[in-house]
Antibody, heavy 120, light 107 residues
Framework: EVQLVESGGGLVKPGGSLRLSCAAS????????MNWVRQAPGKGLEWVSS????????YYADSVKGRFTISRDNAKNSLYLQMNSLRAEDTAVYYC?????????????WGQGTLVTVSS | AIQLTQSPSSLSASVGDRVTITCRAS??????LAWYQQKPGKAPKLLIY???SLESGVPSRFSGSGSGTDFTLTISSLQPEDFATYYC?????????FGQGTRLEIK
């Protein structure tokens, strides 16, 4: 069974940092591109970042470029999101999501999400 | 960035109704479109990919169509478990973008 489990969320002050993790199981993690998608309270979905299977290709939304860093450790079946210089508008539930294997860019499995709250 | 505009933003319907949600892209995206269903407090669920391909395990009452800039998601006969928010998403290019969502409510 495919499972994605996020962790690392919490309350952080503006300007602070946080590192999110996503533990993957039930599939060959090293073969899939992975993604972070967020959802502010009561709002819609916003794509944040994507990373290819070997970390060769990395993309960011303009809203987080220069502040967030996506990475992965295929030996540990884990995806990460390092978030620096956090702002109130980064408050959201952050989901990790797997690319559909034969249709990259569509997300077939999602984690349950981890809440990040940026507030003083 | 490619903008996706969904209509309507909200919709009231009854069990058994046929419902159609539209997603319009600001530029052509071929068939690189997915549809998701999200229920309160839950992660989104993939319904349709490649504009019209049904994800495994998704009931056949869901269908998608379109290419280029205009796309539709149709639910042929609403069931109680279908009341949720629906999002379209394009994966033709980066940044990936989502529509603003369509909230489907019980009439």
């Amino acid at each position: 069974e495919v499972q994605l489990v996020e962790s690392g969320g919490g309350l952080v002050k503006p300007g602070g940092s946080l590192r999110l993790s996503c533990a993957a199981s039930g599939f060959t993690f090293s073969s899939y591109s992975m993604n972070w998608v967020r959802q502010a309270p009561g709002k819609g979905l916003e794509w944040v970042s994507s990373i290819s299977s070997s970390s060769s290709y990395i993309y960011y939304a303009d809203s987080v470029k220069g502040r967030f860093t996506i990475s992965r450790d295929n030996a540990k079946n884990s995806l990460y999101l390092q978030m620096n210089s956090l702002r109130a508008e980064d408050t959201a539930v952050y989901y990790c999501a797997r690319d559909l294997p034969f249709m990259p860019g569509a997300f077939d499995y999602w984690g349950q999400g981890t809440l990040v709250t940026v507030s003083s | 960035a490619i903008q996706l505009t969904q209509s309507p933003s909200s919709l009231s319907a009854s069990v058994g109704d046929r419902v159609t949600i539209t997603c319009r892209a600001s530029q052509g995206i071929s068939s690189a479109l997915a549809w998701y269903q999200q229920k309160p407090g839950k992660a989104p669920k993939l319904l349709i990919y490649d504009a019209s391909s049904l994800e495994s395990g998704v009931p056949s009452r869901f269908s998608g169509s379109g290419s280029g800039t205009d796309f539709t998601l149709t639910i042929s006969s609403l069931q109680p478990e279908d009341f949720a928010t629906y999002y379209c998403q394009q994966f033709n290019s980066y940044p990936r973008t989502f529509g603003q969502g369509t909230r489907l409510e019980i009439k």
